[in-house]
């Protein structure tokens, strides 16, 4: 037996009104729109629904014909979710989601291709995405490394990498080294010439001929100038 009408307004409102976590459970707030649309299906012998959203809300309108036949037009408004209560689904999402779910193929094609999305965003900013840009990205993270020569080495490599058209590695690049962070800020002067300036922090000290870097129990921070591709001996202040 459909709901009165009455029931229906009371439940729904106490949709729009939830504001607990969880509260407006798929049961509840599926139960208050099929007994809706149980009573409508009952009242209407032979009419009109729409779902209407202007300044008034966003609800249902329905006509439908008297016994005398005449139409006659009835609006229910429907409890809209806002910033600080829960209610039903507004007539934009509602819009979206029926484009979305048209066919089940499209939708389960765009779930998966919006989880990919999400899970390559990650990626980019945590600078692990083959895709990082140092130059556009919050960061590139170049690898885990076991010794301070592999290190060294890659960032001797940031410098002619950097010079390619992509300019993936000219920003804040990120290695590791036996649970050990650096950073790696590089800056480029001029592509075509290959003059950059490197600059590296972490628990690191100067090499002999300070062309190198060894690795240190105190934190440092060392620059060179990089001309021609070639790089500079380091430079800095350490904290000795």
Not at 116 to 125: G, P
């Amino acid at each position: 037996m459909a709901k009165e009408l009455s029931d229906i307004i009371t439940r729904a409102a106490e949709v729009r009104d939830a504001t607990l976590s969880a509260e407006n459970t798929a049961e509840r707030v599926g139960g208050v729109l099929c007994d809706l649309l149980e009573y409508l299906a009952g009242m209407i012998a032979a009419g009109d629904m729409q779902v209407v959203a202007d300044a008034e809300g966003t609800g249902l309108k329905v006509t439908f014909r008297n016994a005398q036949g005449q139409a006659i037009a009835r609006r229910l408004n429907l409890p809209v979710v806002s910033a600080s209560a829960g209610g039903l689904l507004s007539s934009e999402l509602l819009t979206k989601l029926s484009a979305a779910y048209t066919q089940s193929g499209t939708n389960q094609t765009a779930i998966e291709t919006r989880r990919l999305e999400i899970a390559e965003l990650t990626e980019r900013l945590k600078g692990r995405s083959q895709y990082s840009n140092a130059f556009t990205d919050p960061q590139v993270f170049l690898g885990d490394f076991e010794s301070i020569e592999e290190v060294n080495a890659a960032i001797d490599g940031l410098v002619t990498q950097a010079a390619s058209p992509e300019t993936k590695y000219t920003g804040h690049c990120i290695v590791g080294l036996a649970g050990c962070r650096f950073d790696i800020h590089q800056y480029a002067l001029h592509f075509a010439t290959g003059d950059f300036v490197q600059c590296v922090c972490g628990c690191v000290k100067l090499g002999a001929n300070a062309d190198s870097l060894l690795q240190d129990g105190l934190y440092n921070i060392f620059f060179r100038r990089v001309r021609s591709f070639v790089p500079d001996e380091w430079k800095g202040n350490p904290s000795r």
